[in-house]
């Protein structure tokens, strides 16, 4: 086993050394300076190979005290008077969290492939010496960071115990579930959706238990910790006598092969253009009547609802629950009454960012060029003028039908709240609604015609133009800024829809003007 993790080492610093002086040579500065004799010269081998190891264990640590640290001083600001029980009441839940997602063993990755495809190293060595050293590795991480707690804030020591404990177990048990879900079901199971943030949102809501003043005695922490030490040991033995991770790791792989990739974030391109069976036909009453681009955009959309529409339904359900819990607060707690009683009469602003936040309009215009425009942009008619715009009206109206959902979920819930602050007016509140609607029709015009006038990928669906990410990030800072506005609500809504509204008729006389020459293949 002490081969095993020697070899996979050097595997992994020798690709990274290698690709870091490969991407380097790229440079036209550094062109003729680096030569491919470099990758031949030991010594300097041996000195890169040093700084890696010491940068990946710095890495590792860093990230690992900063999680702690930027954890434990929410729960401080958000509970300053019993912070301590808080951050471990939140860690004990993230653990169980990470029981579902943080998975190790499953997880596809190029030094995987490289080590058990290209090598061939022996798949059932490889899976035990792996789980040995992840196990070895968090404990050392979690022991460190629990004990910097300890002794820079007098962390509660029996916490600490029962933290690096469950953390320890609990990551054998999660392993084994992951497992046994995929031999069943063929498929890792975080990618059913809707299952996924059925549980993320519950263990959430579980997470906030102190802020409605419900506090778990300390032995229902530590029968848990105990049923996950017994569960352990059945799971040691099940991941020991594994004896085909190989073949499971082949059949993960090939899923991200499938669309000639060995990068594991083009997972997420495959199950994006991957439409299932009962979504191919498409119902001929939805296509009565319907010509041209108008018939093209319906049979895309009808073919694709469940791949577009599958983040803005999580995003919907996600605000339900954020929704149901500050109607909790706000009914149990004077605080938080007049907290959120004073942010809808003077800091409205702030739903600039959230709407920016719940807005899909991104990820749609992804979707509509993995399924449909990097096949159909290589045909001149698809760029002419009068193409171009009208189809980006029909895809327009069909974004904003699909933020629709999470859109009415913000603005029922903004309703519900401010009506029961009890000081408001039929009109605000019509204003108030009007002002999202506007907002989330904004984003997703905007998302579109940055799409439209920019178009980032390349044929290979890689994001590729640097002015895009620019763009993105620019609208973030202004976003952001403008949510610190303070303004009367009403002002600040109808000033909004005014300029809203001039910003749509702006984007489509440039989409007109520029996409023919824009909206092309890179």
């Not at 640590?61 to 951050?87: A, D, E, R, T, V």
């Not at 040991?233 to 990739?261: E, F, G, T």
């Amino acid at each position: 086993m002490n081969n095993i993790l020697k070899k996979t080492f050097e595997i992994d610093t020798t690709y990274s050394i290698n690709s870091f002086f490969y991407t380097i040579r790229k440079l036209p500065i550094f062109k003729d300076l680096i030569t491919e004799d470099i990758y031949a010269n030991k010594k300097l081998k041996k000195r890169i190979t040093l700084l890696s190891f010491l940068y990946l264990a710095g890495k590792k640590i860093i990230g690992k005290l900063l999680y702690f640290l930027i954890l434990f001083s929410l729960c401080q600001i958000i509970m300053p008077k019993n912070s301590s029980y808080f951050f471990f009441h939140v860690y004990f839940v993230f653990t169980i969290i990470g029981f579902f997602i943080n998975n190790k063993l499953l997880n596809v990755s190029k030094k995987k492939y490289i080590c058990l495809l290209l090598f061939e190293m022996d798949g059932t060595a490889y899976l035990k010496t792996t789980l040995i050293w992840n196990q070895i590795s968090n404990l050392l991480l979690n022991g460190f960071s629990f004990l910097l707690l300890i002794i820079i804030y007098h962390y509660p020591i029996q916490y600490s115990i029962i933290g690096i404990t469950f953390t320890f177990f609990m990551r054998i048990v999660g392993e084994v579930f992951n497992f046994i879900y995929y031999k069943k079901y063929h498929y890792i199971w975080y990618s059913n959706t809707k299952l996924y943030f059925i549980i993320l949102g519950c263990l959430l809501a579980i997470s906030s238990l102190p802020f409605i003043h419900m506090r778990l005695p300390l032995i229902s922490y530590i029968v848990i910790v105990i049923i996950s030490i017994i569960a352990s040991i059945p799971s040691w033995i099940y991941l020991w006598r594994i004896d085909n991770y190989k073949m499971i790791y082949k059949k993960l792989n090939n899923q991200i092969m499938h669309i000639d990739s060995a990068n594991e974030k083009d997972y997420m391109k495959q199950m994006m253009v991957e439409v299932k069976e009962k979504d191919k036909k498409v119902d001929e009453k939805k296509l009565k009547g319907k010509k041209g681009f108008d018939r093209f955009n319906t049979i895309f959309f009808e073919r694709h609802k469940e791949i577009l529409t599958r983040s803005a339904r999580n995003c919907g359900l996600i605000l339900m629950i954020i929704y149901i819990v500050f109607f909790i607060f706000m009914r149990t707690d004077e605080k938080w009454y007049q907290s959120i009683h004073d942010f809808y009469q003077n800091h409205m602003a702030w739903f600039i960012l959230m709407v920016y936040f719940i807005n899909r309009g991104s990820i749609v215009t992804q979707a509509m060029f993995y399924n449909c425009d990097h096949a159909m942009l290589r045909y001149n008619f698809y760029r002419e003028p009068s193409a171009i715009i009208t189809l980006f009206k029909k895809r327009l109206l069909t974004t904003i039908k699909i933020n629709l959902f999470p859109t009415v979920v913000m603005i029922l819930g903004n309703i519900l709240l401010e009506v029961f602050t009890q000081e408001y007016t039929i009109l605000l509140l019509m204003i108030h609604s009007v002002w999202i609607l506007s907002l989330s029709i904004f984003f997703s015009t905007h998302y579109l015609m940055i799409y439209y006038l920019l178009q980032p990928y390349n044929k290979e669906l890689e994001l590729k133009k640097a002015s895009y990410s620019i763009i993105v990030i620019i609208t973030y800072i202004m976003t952001y800024q403008a949510s610190k506005i303070t303004m009367n609500s009403l002002y600040l809504s109808g000033l909004c829809i005014i300029l809203i509204s001039f910003y749509i008729v702006l984007s489509l006389r440039l989409v007109y003007k520029l996409a023919p020459r824009t909206f092309k293949l890179n």
